[in-house]
């Protein structure tokens, strides 16, 4: 099937028995085969039906299409046709619609040059993720599929959004796609938007069609903060979503900005803290932020800076969770080396035990960041100002053996991957607690705290107990604060002996 974006002719389309002729050659079918004969009678029927209601060829949509569907079949020569295959005539039509576009006898401007080309391009990159079978050919038919609803919606391709690929996921289709019609099972309309939104991200990725900013939203309001935070703050996406979802679910208990008070704004506080108590703070921050940027735009008041109340935080309070340095072992005890995700889960729990990293500093490691000459790991933190640090010997061991022996072959520049196709980067740091929680399971290990951040609090609490100072416990997990590494002073107890004070009334300790 051609996807060309074709361009008007000017010369009038030739007799009907010529584009005939020529549609059916475009089919590669045999002009006495079965399948020919049924293509010709339904283009030579609706070509028939075209020049009784005096519609010209180049003025041809699939309104056009629909209404020869619906028509009362009263042509001469033609008979009247059940529904279910006046159905199957309308696909016929449709193939021979899409033949009159890429012929430029029906004008359409789809916004997209060379469509074929990028087609080709993204299967060849379907092939490079070594996908199965049957998730490899999901994504070239549903590429295909998403281009030919396109040109028979007469989208354009830079109009692309999260609406238009819904309505495609749900469309009852009748697109000219040799594929299968009927009714759309419940992970039909699934399957259809991640194929169309995969296709489309590939095509923004090589600049074919414009990028979708993230912080696009329909409230005015909303938009210019998100855009605000990502230009002049300097705010991660993954940040800018966090706030985004939170002053979303506000919204519609606050009404317009200019029509706020302080009570709506309490009121819609405490109601929302009470679903997630434990992110109280977080979104006290995020409310003064949202209302500071309103402020300064004027329109609201700066009074409202004070309506909502502050949260206190005893951080201080609790003792860092942590392990001693014989359970940390175990783990690492625990995890094989039998199979190639397993190579790769230990070299992730090394560098967690040996280096503290955090979840997303591992998820977002790429393979030049390592410097095998000099034995030094470069990682980007929260700061996302770049810090070397050294590297192991056992962990260089285990990063070698996972590059050497287990790491796919992908053009993927991350350091781990996905051990399943498609070989793409993990997705979230959650994927690397998974990790953790799997190698706790798989070495019968109970009681230590889950999640990937407890080598962090470890590494810190084991070093102190050694020997080691704040000042080194901070560079090494590479605090931008001093405050944020003294949390780990509680842990130091031979320290906290030598300064507590007795008791009134007893003895010292």
Not at 141 to 150: D, G, N, P, R
Not at 461 to 469: D, F, H, I, S
Not at 471 to 495: C, F, N, Q, W
Request: positive net charge; glycine residues 6%.
């Amino acid at each position: 099937m051609s996807f060309r974006a074709a361009r008007l002719r000017v010369e009038d389309p030739p007799s009907h028995d010529a584009l005939l002729t020529a549609f059916l050659s475009s089919l590669s079918l045999d002009e006495r085969s079965g399948s020919a004969i049924l293509f010709g009678a339904a283009a030579r029927h609706f070509l028939h039906w075209m020049e009784l209601h005096g519609i010209a060829i180049r003025t041809i949509d699939d309104r056009t299409v629909r209404r020869f569907e619906k028509h009362r079949c009263r042509c001469h020569r033609y008979s009247a046709q059940q529904p279910v295959y006046k159905a199957d005539i309308a696909a016929r039509v449709r193939r021979f619609v899409r033949f009159l576009e890429d012929q430029g006898y029906v004008g359409v401007d789809d916004g997209i040059d060379d469509l074929p080309r990028h087609l080709a391009d993204y299967f060849d990159g379907i092939d490079r993720l070594q996908l199965a079978q049957g998730p490899a050919q999901s994504y070239r038919s549903e590429a295909e599929h998403f281009a030919a609803w396109l040109r028979i919606a007469r989208r354009q391709w830079a109009d692309i959004d999260d609406t238009i690929i819904d309505q495609y996921g749900a469309h009852d289709c009748r697109c000219p796609v040799w594929r299968k019609r009927g009714k759309l099972v419940a992970s039909g309309a699934k399957r259809r938007r991640r194929g169309a939104r995969h296709f489309v991200e590939f095509l923004r990725d090589r600049g074919v069609i414009p990028s979708v900013e993230l912080v696009s939203d329909d409230d005015p309001h909303m938009a210019a903060y998100l855009a605000w935070l990502k230009q002049h703050r300097g705010a991660t996406d993954e940040t800018i979503r966090r706030y985004r979802a939170d002053i979303r679910r506000l919204a519609p208990m606050l009404g317009e900005p200019s029509q706020w008070d302080a009570a709506v704004l309490r009121r819609a506080f405490q109601q929302r803290s009470k679903e997630t108590p434990g992110s109280a703070s977080l979104l006290v921050t995020i409310i003064r932020s949202y209302i500071r940027f309103l402020v300064v735009q004027g329109i609201c008041r700066p009074a409202l800076l004070h309506a909502i109340p502050s949260v206190q935080r005893y951080r201080l309070s609790t003792l860092p969770r942590h392990v001693n340095p014989a359970t940390i072992e175990q783990i690492i005890g625990a995890c094989p080396t039998d199979r190639p995700v397993e190579v790769r889960d230990k070299a992730i729990i090394l560098l967690l035990a040996r280096l503290g990293l955090r979840a997303g500093d591992i998820r977002d490691m790429h393979l030049d960041d390592i410097d095998w000459r000099s034995g030094h790991l470069t990682v980007k933190g929260k700061t996302r100002r770049p810090d070397r640090l050294p590297l192991p010997q056992d962990v260089g061991d285990a990063i070698l053996d996972y590059i050497a022996t287990a790491r796919p072959k992908t053009a993927d520049p991350h350091l781990f991957v996905r051990a399943q196709a498609p070989f793409r980067s993990f997705r979230s740091s959650a994927e690397i607690a998974g990790i953790v929680a799997r190698t706790h399971e798989r070495g019968g290990i109970e009681g230590v705290p889950t999640g990937s951040h407890i080598f962090r609090h470890s590494l810190a609490t084991n070093l102190l107990r050694a020997g080691a100072g704040l000042e080194s416990v901070g560079t090494i997990l590479r605090h931008s604060s001093p405050e944020t590494t003294a949390i780990y002073a509680k842990v130091d107890l031979p320290m906290l002996m030598k300064i507590a004070q007795p008791w009134p009334g007893e003895p010292s300790c």
